[in-house]
């Protein structure tokens, strides 16, 4: 199996999966878009690149995990973009959560190219990303797929073949659904209980204990008692992710009035300035800051 990855996308994610490829002795060569966001990394032994293109020159598996589909693009088409200097040789995967469209417009890019192309997005937070036991859900062909597992396999606890280019988006956007369910329930768990004045840790620890347990009410909760508001995913990255499900339920003609709610809440949490918080602030629509 190579030893030589390239990585575009040192974010709260991708910094994480980084540190997983370098403690497993690969050589990993690194590019963002903010270079100090790439310092830690590069102090652990990564190497620096100043493009997508340079990266890929240096690499034999380049994985990409960026903000939004615009951010896809660029990395891939764009005139220092990957496929710039891509060659058969490569294995390219994109483990942003973008558009089934745009995932497979990758792996047919690729397949003009010869170039092989997994969509890849991931769910499990930054503690998934830090802890090594994220969820990848990937579209591809299944030889690719085999080859590139063993990577996948140092940061995930699970990873599995979904289907053809593009069932790795569409998973993520399944996964993305579940979790606005789940995060309005946190919070309006949280707002309920906090009026009829009880105990909300006890409440959490009697709750999380029964058929009510899941996994946002288990992670975020505990950050809103403490008022951590901190990103191990973005609002607005929310935003973005139930925009891209919402079109795609629409082009199968699926009507999805929850997850049309929960966007609606997070636009209107970005709106208050909370852009920048963890999906745990859409507690702010109730609480003032502070408050519980």
Request: charged fraction near 25%.
């Amino acid at each position: 199996m190579t030893k030589t990855i390239g990585f575009i996308g040192t974010g709260v994610m991708g910094s994480s999966i980084v540190k997983h490829l370098l403690t497993a002795d690969y050589s990993v060569t690194v590019y963002n878009r903010t270079k100090s966001k790439a310092d830690d990394l590069i102090r652990l032994g990564a190497k620096w690149a100043d493009s997508p293109a340079e990266v890929t020159e240096s690499s034999e598996i380049v994985f990409t995990i960026v903000g939004y589909p615009q951010d896809v693009e660029e990395s891939y088409f764009g005139e220092n973009g990957i496929f710039k200097t891509a060659t058969e040789k490569h294995i390219l995967v994109d483990m942003t959560t973008s558009t089934p469209t745009l995932a497979k417009k990758l792996y047919d890019e690729g397949k003009q190219r010869g170039i092989e192309v997994l969509d890849a997005p991931v769910s499990g937070g930054d503690l998934g990303a830090k802890n090594g036991t994220l969820t990848v859900m990937v579209g591809g062909e299944e030889n690719t797929f085999e080859k590139v597992k063993p990577v996948f396999d140092l940061f995930a606890a699970k990873v599995n073949l979904q289907g053809k280019a593009g069932s790795g988006q569409h998973t993520k956007m399944a996964n993305q659904i579940m979790i606005a369910g789940t995060m309005m329930g946190m919070a309006e768990l949280l707002v309920y209980a906090e009026a009829a004045n009880l105990d909300l840790e006890k409440v959490l620890d009697t709750v999380g204990g029964g058929s009510a347990q899941n996994w946002s009410l288990s992670n975020y909760a505990p950050r809103i008692l403490k008022e951590d508001y901190t990103a191990g995913f973005f609002v607005k990255h929310f935003i973005k992710d139930l925009k891209i499900a919402l079109d795609e339920a629409e082009k199968l003609s699926l009507d999805l009035p929850s997850t049309r709610l929960a966007k609606q809440l997070y636009e209107k949490l970005a709106q208050n300035g909370f852009e920048n918080d963890g999906t745990q602030a859409i507690i702010k629509l109730w609480w003032p800051e502070g408050k519980h």
